[in-house]
Nanobody
């Protein structure tokens, strides 16, 4: 199994940047597709970005495309989310997720597709 721990969240001014990390403290992540989700107060948890096992393919929500970059370093068992040009609308708890099963363009956007989740890290963006 995989145990995921997020880090790197914090308070940042609009237009600034943060880099989130998701580290596995259990099994290697090399056989798992990985994703980032976020959840703002009073809202549903929503898809942010996903990356294939090898890192060859990445996928982004329209709201973050061009600003965020997901990457992975399987040797370090770590997935990253580089967040640039942050907006107040990005304020949310950000969660790392992993799946060793079905991962398609039709399913990756939904929380149900992922078997493993981290505890989340808070990102707050102020004007």
């Amino acid at each position: 199994q995989v145990q995921l721990v997020e880090s790197g969240g914090g308070l940042v001014q609009a237009g600034g940047s943060l880099r989130l990390s998701c580290a596995s403290s259990g099994r290697t992540i090399s056989n798992y597709a990985m994703a980032w989700f976020r959840q703002a107060p009073g809202k549903e948890r929503e898809f942010v970005a996903a990356i294939s096992l090898s890192g060859d393919s990445t996928y982004y929500a329209d709201s973050v495309k061009g600003r965020f970059t997901i990457s992975r370093d399987n040797g370090k068992n770590t997935v990253y989310l580089q967040m640039n040009s942050l907006k107040p609308e990005d304020t949310a708890v950000h969660y790392c997720a992993a799946t060793g099963g079905l991962f398609t363009r039709g399913t990756m956007y939904y929380t149900q597709a992922y078997e493993h989740w981290g505890q989340g890290t808070q990102v707050t963006v102020f004007s």
